[in-house]
């Protein structure tokens, strides 16, 4: 007789996802979380200095806030406070100016110029504007959406490269790289196709919703979700490795917040055939190599407009971007890499001592690299805001290999699942209409191998809930 109605193996934002919905149908609910603290890539720790509360993997959350899911969940119940900077974001240049990503269109002029601001706003209005009404399809698997048109809208620059559509769309550099950054967060070549469609998607997130940070660091966001569990009688048990299906607990049903290939070395011999194949082909994504730091002092900025922003983007020109997004898929490391930072004391007094700040700064690196990629993250930081270096208190590197211990989902370092290729953009982790199903009867992968993907939003593990509720589990 099964214990449970469902068991759920990781405890990462997908998997309480799934584990929240399933207890909101009135399932009896058993998370499983191979670590000592709950989180999976959504956690804090003293990484630097004691008293210095780092995020050590995700920390800014524009699809966080913007979730569906997240937004009908009462998580501020339960702790959840969202921290917003004063604009979502900021890209430097040699010069000492910058562009700077506002929540609202009209300081966009003086940011990219009269002429590409007007353009800014045709290309990403529609967006903003049914942002609540849109966002539902923009995170679903592939299907019918509910606003056919606007989301055949979206799809048609969208789909396009990065560098296509913003070499068609704009005239100067300051409004392709702003553009253009946000789409590296994918980690793909910016000419490919559709990697427009990740930037888009988070400009438009930053202009309707922000780009905020969780009050206490990435941890409490981890917290709430569980707090919101427990209310509905849902369990957590922590320090629960599971290496094979024979070690869940009887369920009716069971939801994996693990990759593909984990996939296939907890399933065995019990998954074959086609579904293996095409797991086994399921490509990984570039890595991350990421460093904390405990500062003396806030960042100085050479252009104090940066200061304003909650993320910060660090390379410079389009082409540097594109040459920085083109190195790690292909295996090399560049010189000069885009350096996704932040510093969350600056919003947060909470994380720091008084007076002291935290930061961090992650960069695309090979999947699986072994080179310490300090040196040339600090030089970018450096080169926008001289005198960094002389600030910093501690520092804790860590590359693909170290973030995989902290968390086995991120293989090789991959921090979404699986490359966001145009391929695997619809059909992950396997070309199939049913995507969080298995061919094992009543198990169901949930995780960012899922569609929509990498980020946290919480939707992979929602729409695998429903399915198996909708399978009668």
């Not at 109605?5 to 997908?14: A, F, K």
Request: overall charge neutral.
């Amino acid at each position: 007789m099964a214990r449970y109605d469902v068991v759920v193996v990781g405890s990462g934002p997908n998997g309480l996802a799934a584990a929240v919905e399933m207890a909101r149908a009135g399932r009896s609910v058993l998370v499983l979380e191979a670590e000592e603290t709950i989180g999976g890539a959504c956690r804090s720790m003293e990484l630097t200095l004691p008293g210095f509360v780092n995020d050590a993997f995700s920390s800014v959350y524009p699809l966080g806030i913007g979730s569906p899911f997240f937004r009908s969940l009462p998580l501020a119940e339960h702790g959840l406070k969202w921290v917003h900077p004063e604009a979502p974001l900021a890209h430097p240049f040699e010069d000492g100016t910058a562009a700077v990503l506002e929540r609202s269109f009209g300081p966009m002029a003086e940011t990219l110029g009269a002429g590409d601001a007007r353009a800014w706003r045709e290309l990403m209005w529609p967006l903003v504007k049914h942002w609540h009404a849109l966002v539902p399809d923009m995170l679903s698997p592939f299907g019918i959406p509910r606003h056919p048109f606007r989301m055949a809208a979206f799809g048609m620059e969208g789909l396009r490269s990065l560098k296509g559509l913003a070499e068609a769309r704009f005239r100067g550099d300051r409004a392709r790289a702003l553009l253009g950054a946000c789409s590296g967060h994918v980690g793909l070549p910016l000419d490919y196709a559709a990697t427009a469609s990740y930037g888009m998607v988070l400009v438009a997130a930053g202009h309707a919703v922000g780009w905020p940070l969780v009050l206490g660091g990435a941890g409490s966001l981890t917290a709430a979700l569980a707090s919101y569990l427990r209310s509905l009688g849902g369990e957590i048990r922590t320090g629960v490795r599971v290496r094979s299906l024979g070690e869940v607990p009887p369920a009716r049903a069971v939801l994996l917040d693990v990759t593909a290939r984990q996939f296939l070395a907890i399933a065995g011999d019990r998954v074959h055939g086609r579904y293996r194949r095409q797991l086994e082909r399921f490509r990984l994504g570039v890595g991350v190599f990421k460093v904390d730091w405990a500062l003396d002092g806030p960042v100085p900025w050479k252009s104090p407009a940066v200061a304003r922003a909650g993320t910060v983007h660090l390379v410079g020109s389009p082409a540097e971007l594109y040459a920085s997004e083109e190195a790690p898929w292909h295996g090399w490391h560049t010189e000069r890499p885009l350096v996704l930072f932040a510093q969350p004391s600056a919003l947060d007094p909470t994380r720091a001592p008084p007076g002291k700040h935290v930061a961090w700064g992650y960069c695309h690196v090979p999947n699986g690299s072994d080179v310490d990629m300090t040196e040339r993250i600090e030089a970018q930081v450096e080169r926008f805001a001289p005198g960094f270096r002389d600030l910093v208190l501690a520092r804790s590197s860590a590359g693909p290999a170290t973030l995989q211990s902290r968390d086995a989902n991120l293989v090789g370092g991959d921090i979404n699942g699986g490359a966001g290729t145009l391929s695997q953009l619809f059909f992950r982790p396997a070309f199939r209409l049913h995507p969080y199903r298995t061919p094992i009867p009543g198990v169901y992968l949930c995780s960012a191998s899922t569609p929509p993907g990498g980020g946290v939003h919480g939707m992979c593990g929602y729409h695998a809930a429903r399915a198996a509720l909708g399978d009668g589990y």
